[in-house]
Structures are given as structure tokens and as C-alpha cells.
């Protein structure tokens, strides 16, 4: 195997991901000897895939509520060293131009998240970051001088190591779990990887007719009697269930036992106002058959699949729809209820909640209190966000506070 002694100065960055990239430009900018290792053959897969390609860096309302994990003191401590302001200056910085939508999330003016990835590329290069791709690495280990880390063939000495290898959340992207065994194997403790921003699998055998039905939901969900999530928001029906803004954001409910969820497909309608609706249409609509009873007021797709399931006699008229059938058709728009049999695997989510255990992590710097030398940031660490741009700010907030303290860890070392 071949071994570099020669380089023992390095800070080196496991991950070529939102995280890594960041950290590096931090610790170059500070005057660190940065080297960024990637496993694949490009940096930024994950980042090239955000926002539907779009990549919805930050948020206007970043605040402490939008985030979870075990140890949010710590997340607050990173997200207000670098957070909004210092965000859009750092990428204004870069020559990035931005907008923020009517939801308050921010997207590149390109609309195009490889304008995010060039910035990031340029300045690294700019900086003189060695970015070695194709390069997984597979083991890390403590040395008299600092640290080892080494891939299949070779291995490199370096003073400082800053994990970024991601979560578990997407593995087709890159991230497959492989920072959770190196960190532990330096004695890091993991709250068990589970997935989240994932969509949702519904009970039932009717949703797959709905498949890409795109439409604001209200979904309420309660455990013994007592409502614990209740939103309007777009949801997108899949032949499984429910994709979309709605179900992600509901999806860290879900691990939880004995809920019971309720579906209203006329949300900005009251429950009142929608039985004198249905009690209008019936009387207008008369000789026109019971099976296009909600055609109109519902995507076609929707109000037949709705009719169906309150037993109306699709073949008869509107104005022969009884009172009892009338009544079930409310129920069932407003308050549908449903059973949500489970969240789709890892494959399908956007993030991973839970991770390295923040409270191993000194939470002004991001490096580890059991091994010196060795710094977290990114999914990686139990911190997660809602959708809107918050995870990507995580990863800048994060990769600045481990960039910036491994270049001040090496550089007094130095002195
Ligand atoms: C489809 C999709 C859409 C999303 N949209 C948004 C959005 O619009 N806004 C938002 O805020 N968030 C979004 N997210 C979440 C966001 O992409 C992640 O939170 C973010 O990418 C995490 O960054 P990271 O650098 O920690 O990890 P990653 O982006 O996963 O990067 C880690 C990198 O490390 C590499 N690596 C792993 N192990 C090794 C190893 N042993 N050796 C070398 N390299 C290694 C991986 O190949 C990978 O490139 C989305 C996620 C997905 C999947």
C-alpha cells in the first residue's frame, strides 16, 4: 500500500457533498492545506438533484422550530454563526444570483442547482483544494501525529479529519451509511439512522387510480383523541399513497404507534358550506349521472373515485343521490379517513434523521470530544430539517463551523 508521509499537514474532507464542498472553502479560505475526497466521479450528486433540479438552498424563516434532532442547543449554536445573511452574502460572494419565492425558500435565479455546484467548484479551485474523486474512503485511524485515513491502495497522513460523508438518506447518490461506521469505530455513539422528508404509504386499493394527482390536502393526524399534526399543503398521489410537501412534512410522524389520520380534500371549503354545495348540485345538476356528480368541483379523476367509494349509484341521476349517500359523500371529502400503513425505505427520502450523537460534538466547533482532530458536519450529525431549504443550510452552517475550527485547530497547531 502506499503511504504519503509527506502531507501530514493536511486537513482532509471525507465527502465532496453541500457539507464537504463548504467546510473545505472555509478551511482553504483560513489557510489550511485542504484535500476533499469523493467516492464518486463528481462532487455535488445529491446537490445536483435538490429542488427538483432547481436546489432550494435556504429559507427565509430559518429558525430552531424547523429543525429536530437530540440536541438542538448545539444546532442553534451552528446555525447562528453562519445563518441567512451570511448565507446569501457567502454565495453572493461566489457570483450567484438568488430569489426567494412566496413560501419564503430560495432557489438560484438560474433555477438550475449546477449554478450552486459551479460557485462551490470555482472557489474551491480558486483556493487551491486538492479534490480527488473516485476516491472512497474506508478506514480512519488515530495516529501519534494526528490522523490516517486510507482508501483501497493507499493511505494519507493527515493533523485534521472532518467527516461529511453524508446519511443513509438516497444511497444512489452516494451516501450510503459508510460516515455512521467510521464514526463509531472512533468510539462516536448513532442514533439509529431513520428516514425522513420520505413519502407515505397509504392502506387501501383505490389511491393508485389518483396516480399524479397533484392538489392541495389538509391531512390531520392524531394519537388518543388529541390532534398532533395538522397542514394544508400540496400532495402528489402515487400508486402507493402520497408523495408531495404534505406527506414529507408529515413523514416524521409516522414512526409513531396508533395514529389515526384523516384526510380533507376540500380544505379552504367548511364542512357546512360544502354540504350546501353538494346539496346545490344535486338539485342543478339533476338528469346528469351520479358518477360525474363531483366533475368540477374536484379533478375528474378524484370526484369519480370519491363517488365510488360512498356508494353512490353511478348510473343514476344526481337528483336521485339520497341524503344518507349525500352525507357519507361529505364525510368522505372532508374527512376522509385513512390508515397510513408506513413511510417508503431510505431509497426515497431526502434526508436522514438521527446520526452521529450531537452530544459527543462540541457544539461551538463540530469536533469530536472523544478523538481530537476529528470534525462532523452535514446529514452526518443527528440533525435534520423540514422542507424549504433548511437541510442545505444546515450544511452550510455546518461545513463553515467545521471548516473554519479544523483550520484553527491545524494552524495554532502549527504555531
Ligand atoms: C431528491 C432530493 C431533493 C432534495 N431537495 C432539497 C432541497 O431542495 N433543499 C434542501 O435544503 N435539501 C434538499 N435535500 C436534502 C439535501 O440534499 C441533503 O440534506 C444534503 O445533500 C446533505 O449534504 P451532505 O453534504 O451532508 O451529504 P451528501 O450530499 O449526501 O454528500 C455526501 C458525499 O459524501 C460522499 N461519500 C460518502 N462516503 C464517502 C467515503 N467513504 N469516501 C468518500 N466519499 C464519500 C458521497 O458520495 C456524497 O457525495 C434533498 C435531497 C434529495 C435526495
Keep these: 500500500m502506499k503511504q504519503d508521509n509527506s502531507l501530514t499537514k493536511h486537513i482532509d474532507i ?36 435538490t429542488g427538483n433540479g432547481r436546489c432550494n438552498f435556504t429559507n427565509q424563516n430559518i429558525s430552531l422550530d424547523k429543525f429536530h434532532g437530540g440536541d438542538l442547543k448545539l444546532a442553534g449554536n451552528i446555525l447562528g454563526d453562519l445563518g441567512l445573511k451570511g448565507t446569501l452574502d457567502f454565495f453572493e460572494g461566489l457570483g450567484l444570483t438568488y430569489y426567494a419565492d412566496s413560501r419564503g425558500r430560495y432557489f438560484p435565479r438560474s433555477n438550475e442547482a449546477s449554478s450552486v455546484l459551479f460557485c462551490l467548484e470555482q472557489e474551491m479551485k480558486r483556493l487551491g483544494v486538492e479534490i480527488s474523486l473516485r476516491s472512497e474512503m474506508v478506514t480512519l485511524a488515530r495516529t501519534p501525529d494526528g490522523w490516517e485515513i486510507s482508501q483501497r491502495g493507499a493511505k494519507h497522513g493527515s493533523e485534521a479529519v472532518i467527516l461529511a460523508c453524508g446519511g443513509a438518506a438516497s444511497p444512489q447518490f452516494g451516501s450510503t451509511g459508510q460516515g455512521y461506521e467510521l464514526a463509531s469505530k472512533q468510539s462516536h455513539a448513532i442514533v439509529t439512522p431513520e428516514p425522513a422528508l420520505v413519502p407515505l404509504m397509504l392502506a387501501g386499493n383505490w389511491f393508485h387510480k389518483l396516480q399524479g394527482l397533484r392538489m392541495d390536502l389538509r391531512l390531520t393526524i392524531s394519537r388518543d383523541g388529541k390532534i398532533v399534526f395538522d397542514i394544508i399543503d400540496e400532495g ?4 402507493y399513497g402520497l408523495s408531495g410537501p404534505l406527506a414529507l412534512k408529515a413523514s416524521r410522524m409516522i414512526s409513531a404507534k396508533d395514529l389515526e389520520c384523516r384526510i380533507n380534500f376540500l ?19 339533476g338528469p346528469r349521472l351520479a358518477k360525474d356528480f363531483l366533475t368540477g368541483l374536484l379533478p375528474e379523476k378524484l370526484g369519480q373515485a370519491m363517488v365510488l367509494q360512498s356508494w353512490l349509484d353511478i348510473d343514476s341521476p344526481c337528483r336521485e343521490i339520497s341524503d344518507l349517500q349525500m352525507e357519507r359523500l361529505q364525510k368522505n371529502l372532508c374527512n376522509w379517513k385513512t390508515d397510513i400503513k408506513g413511510r417508503r425505505p431510505f431509497k426515497e427520502a431526502q434526508v436522514t434523521a438521527g446520526g452521529v450523537d450531537c452530544r459527543q460534538v462540541f457544539p461551538e466547533t463540530l469536533m469530536s470530544k472523544k478523538a481530537p482532530g476529528l470534525f462532523f458536519c452535514g446529514e452526518l450529525l443527528d440533525v435534520d430539517g423540514d422542507t424549504g431549504g433548511y437541510n442545505l443550510q444546515w450544511c452550510w452552517s455546518s461545513g463553515y463551523a467545521a471548516g473554519k475550527a479544523a483550520a484553527e485547530y491545524v494552524l495554532g497547531r502549527d504555531r
Aim: hydrophobic fraction near 45%; aromatic fraction near 6%.
Design 267 to 285: 380544505p379552504y371549503i367548511d364542512e357546512i358550506e360544502v354540504e350546501l354545495l353538494l346539496k346545490e348540485r344535486r338539485q342543478r345538476l
Design 14 to 49: 471525507i465527502g465532496g457533498g453541500p457539507a464537504g464542498m463548504m467546510a473545505a472553502i472555509i478551511a482553504a479560505g483560513k489557510g489550511g492545506r485542504v484535500r476533499l475526497w469523493e467516492k464518486n466521479g463528481s462532487l455535488g450528486r445529491k446537490l445536483l438533484a
Design 236 to 239: 402528489l398521489f402515487t400508486h
